[in-house]
T-cell receptor
């Protein structure tokens, strides 16, 4: 079974500062890992994903994440926060095909201060 | 790319009535779809896996008699909330998952309010 833990339900950064959102996973098989963003009253938008290959994954809007198997982590970063980055971010894990279920973390609400 | 259409986007119903939510895959055939529920300011909780031509697989704690799922064709899955109560008010989202590295596509969600 898969599970995801997101440390920090709320993160606040200043505009221009580094964004770091933490995600740790648990999986009995090699995981597929995802980060999604959700703006208020909207659906989910995929930021990036890791399935196989290069462990540093670059996504949209300047976000990237690094898969670290030894640490069972998949933290999301962005060098410089913009006001438009304020949203809810979800880390998610799947087993890549056995059940193909996508399991979400509890989410991190990112606030960006001017 | 894969497109998933979910309808309606918003619905208000009276307590005790039933509501049907549709999830359509517009440009591909989906043998499996997933249904999630999201309460305000919370995460998405997987409710069930919808399987074309067979019974849905429900997650632990989800009432299968209350949340009826039908996946009668390769392009349509429906979720019916039966005898809705105010505590069923939530955001319901469907998804299609592709095997391998393609990932998932989500519908735009349905905001259900039971009054």
């Amino acid at each position: 079974a898969q599970s995801v833990t997101q440390l920090g339900s709320h993160v606040s950064v200043s505009e221009g500062a580094l964004v770091l959102l933490r995600c740790n996973y648990s999986s009995s098989v090699p995981p597929y890992l995802f980060w999604y963003v959700q703006y208020p009253n909207q659906g989910l938008q995929l930021l990036l994903k890791y399935t196989t290959g290069a462990t540093l994954v670059k996504g949209i809007n300047g976000f990237e994440a690094e898969f670290k198997k030894s640490e069972t982590s998949f933290h999301l970063t962005k060098p410089s926060a913009h006001m438009s980055d304020a949203a809810e971010y979800f880390c998610a894990v799947s087993d890549g095909g056995a059940t193909n279920k996508l399991i979400f973390g509890t989410g991190t609400l990112l606030a960006v201060q001017p | 790319g894969a497109v998933v259409s979910q309808h309606p986007s918003r619905v208000i119903c009276k307590s005790g009535t039933s509501v049907k939510i549709e999830c359509r895959s517009l440009d591909f055939q989906a043998t499996t779809m997933f249904w999630y529920r999201q309460f305000p300011k919370q995460s998405l909780m997987l409710m069930a896996t919808s399987n074309e031509g067979s019974k849905a697989t429900y997650e632990q704690g989800v009432e299968k008699d209350k949340f009826l799922i039908n996946h009668a064709s390769l392009t349509l899955s429906t979720l019916t909330v039966t005898s809705a109560h105010p505590e069923d008010s939530s955001f319901y989202i469907c998804s299609v998952g592709f095997r391998g590295s393609r990932g998932y596509t989500f519908g735009s969600g349905t905001r259900l309010t039971v009054v």
